[in-house]
């Protein structure tokens, strides 16, 4: 049973809005029709709940949870469902032979406020530090399309997929990261202890310093005098970070960033893409009408860009433009997506182009990370020699200013 949030208008023609429960939105569209209501919209309560969970409200947190144990957890909870065991007697079962001790203890709550007949969706919701909104969120999706054990297997899936790439990207980063580390430290020690003995040079020669110079002076200055402010900004930085992207805009700004981010942009197009192709085909197969679908698919992206997107994709399909126009006339998605889409419409075949764009950008996914470091050498290259040349010319412009000197 799932709470739902409807709008409609009586006998009458008022307009009337309430909660309801139900098992699926056909049960509660014949419920409202007994009562004389003709529905205008219908919308899962729990979404408006997540949200508010998510921001603090009533959230409870034991730490977090390895992603390791969560995919283990739930391919597990996905088995005991595929199974026809009830979801207490599974949560139980799951909660008892549990070895982490964040995910118990959550277990065991979710547990008593599934029985106190709180849905599953809603309890995780409480439980963020472990379960994000995107788990959650996709939860919902299973709950909403009575195939929550598909679901959760998917889940299950994305999640190793995004743990293999998270250590795969780690990986490649390495040897960059390493590089980046010596440069700094190359470049506090040069500013810190080097640059102020060439300043004393320079200050009894009475040279003009040139720009590259005075910058290095100052930079070497502030970080010997007032280094404790230095990390304190750089503390506060991200912690208004933090407070910003948790705000609308500031998470539409994020979101839309992260597909413009050099190399990695890429990279994000293709995981999201791919998560879209995957849950698109998991729902469409499940006999959901495809305007709730595509609702409950913005709803798994985890991007609220695309979630954007596929809201005016879903107004499209009201129109009867189809799925395919909607995604062609979107900027974030790739045309290739939106080809497929409209050859799997023509062609009645929707499921096997998904999953033809679900081993498309899965290829590439594995492919982009294997190449990562050599994706990522020529921009470390041209960011070291334009930080080895700002040195070099703080430091020798100066003597070469004094040799004229002492040449005339």
Same mark, same amino acid.
């Given at each position: 049973?799932?709470?739902?949030?409807?709008?409609?208008?009586?006998?009458?023609?008022?307009?009337?809005?309430?909660?309801?429960?139900?098992?699926?939105?056909m049960?509660?569209?014949?419920?409202?029709?007994?009562?004389?209501?003709?529905?205008?919209?219908?919308?899962?309560?729990?979404?408006?709940?997540?949200?508010?969970?998510?921001?603090?409200?009533?959230?409870?947190?034991?730490?977090?949870?390895?992603?390791?144990?969560?995919?283990?957890?739930?391919r597990?909870?996905?088995?005991?469902?595929?199974?026809?065991?009830?979801?207490?007697?599974?949560?139980?079962?799951?909660?008892?032979?549990?070895?982490?001790?964040?995910?118990?203890?959550?277990?065991?709550?979710?547990?008593?406020?599934?029985?106190?007949?709180?849905?599953?969706?809603?309890?995780?919701?409480?439980?963020p530090?472990?379960?994000?909104?995107?788990?959650?969120?996709?939860?919902?999706?299973?709950?909403?399309?009575?195939?929550?054990?598909?679901?959760?297997? /998917?889940?299950?899936?994305?999640?190793?997929?995004?743990?293999?790439?998270?250590?795969?990207?780690?990986?490649?980063?390495?040897?960059p990261?390493?590089?980046?580390?010596?440069?700094?430290?190359?470049v506090?020690?040069?500013?810190?202890?080097?640059?102020?003995?060439?300043?004393?040079?320079?200050?009894?020669?009475?040279?003009?310093?040139?720009?590259?110079?005075?910058?290095?002076?100052?930079?070497?200055?502030?970080?010997?005098?007032?280094?404790?402010?230095?990390?304190?900004?750089i503390?506060?930085?991200?912690?208004?970070? /933090?407070?910003?992207?948790?705000?609308?805009?500031?998470?539409?700004?994020?979101?839309?960033?992260?597909?413009?981010?050099?190399?990695?942009g890429?990279?994000y197009?293709k995981?999201?893409?791919?998560?879209?192709?995957?849950?698109?085909n998991?729902?469409?197969?499940?006999?959901?009408?495809?305007?709730?679908t595509?609702?409950?698919?913005?709803?798994?992206?985890?991007?609220?860009?695309?979630?954007?997107?596929?809201?005016?994709?879903? *107004?499209?399909?009201?129109?009867?433009?189809?799925?395919?126009?909607?995604?062609?006339?979107?900027?974030?998605?790739? *045309?290739?997506?939106?080809?497929?889409?409209?050859?799997?419409?023509?062609?009645?075949?929707l499921?096997?182009?998904?999953?033809?764009?679900?081993?498309y950008?899965?290829?590439?996914?594995?492919?982009?990370?294997?190449?990562?470091?050599?994706?990522?050498?020529?921009?470390m290259?041209?960011?070291?020699?334009?930080?080895?040349?700002?040195?070099?010319?703080?430091?020798?412009?100066?003597?070469?200013?004094?040799?004229?000197?002492?040449?005339?």
């Amino acid at each position: 049973m799932t709470w739902y949030i409807y709008k409609a208008v009586d006998s009458q023609g008022k307009y009337v809005k309430g909660e309801m429960e139900a098992t699926s939105e056909m049960a509660l569209t014949t419920e409202l029709a007994k009562k004389g209501y003709l529905p205008v919209s219908i919308t899962f309560k729990a979404k408006t709940q997540i949200k508010k969970g998510v921001s603090g409200a009533g959230k409870k947190t034991h730490g977090t949870v390895d992603m390791r144990t969560l995919v283990i957890f739930t391919r597990q909870f996905a088995t005991i469902i595929k199974a026809a065991v009830p979801i207490l007697e599974g949560l139980g079962v799951l909660a008892e032979q549990a070895e982490d001790l964040a995910l118990k203890k959550a277990l065991q709550e979710i547990l008593r406020d599934v029985e106190a007949g709180t849905s599953l969706s809603q309890a995780l919701a409480k439980h963020p530090g472990i379960f994000s909104e995107l788990y959650v969120n996709t939860v919902i999706a299973g709950e909403s399309a009575g195939i929550l054990d598909k679901v959760l297997m /998917r889940l299950a899936e994305m999640l190793e997929e995004d743990l293999e790439t998270r250590s795969n990207i780690s990986a490649a980063l390495r040897y960059p990261i390493m590089v980046v580390i010596a440069m700094i430290v190359a470049v506090v020690v040069l500013t810190v202890f080097v640059m102020p003995q060439f300043a004393k040079i320079y200050a009894q020669a009475n040279t003009q310093l040139p720009l590259p110079t005075q910058i290095m002076i100052l930079f070497g200055h502030i970080l010997r005098h007032y280094w404790y402010a230095v990390i304190a900004g750089i503390g506060v930085f991200s912690l208004l970070w /933090r407070v910003f992207i948790k705000t609308a805009f500031g998470r539409n700004f994020w979101d839309s960033l992260k597909f413009k981010i050099p190399i990695f942009g890429k990279l994000y197009t293709k995981i999201t893409m791919l998560r879209f192709a995957s849950m698109l085909n998991v729902l469409y197969q499940s006999g959901l009408p495809i305007l709730r679908t595509l609702e409950i698919v913005g709803m798994t992206i985890g991007n609220v860009v695309l979630e954007n997107e596929v809201n005016i994709i879903k *107004r499209a399909v009201a129109d009867g433009k189809g799925i395919s126009g909607g995604i062609l006339n979107s900027k974030f998605f790739p *045309r290739l997506v939106g080809y497929m889409v409209s050859v799997g419409e023509k062609s009645g075949q929707l499921p096997l182009m998904l999953d033809s764009l679900c081993e498309y950008f899965g290829l590439e996914v594995r492919t982009t990370v294997k190449n990562l470091t050599a994706l990522i050498e020529p921009l470390m290259t041209a960011v070291l020699g334009v930080v080895v040349m700002g040195m070099a010319l703080a430091i020798f412009l100066p003597l070469w200013n004094m040799i004229q000197l002492f040449k005339k």
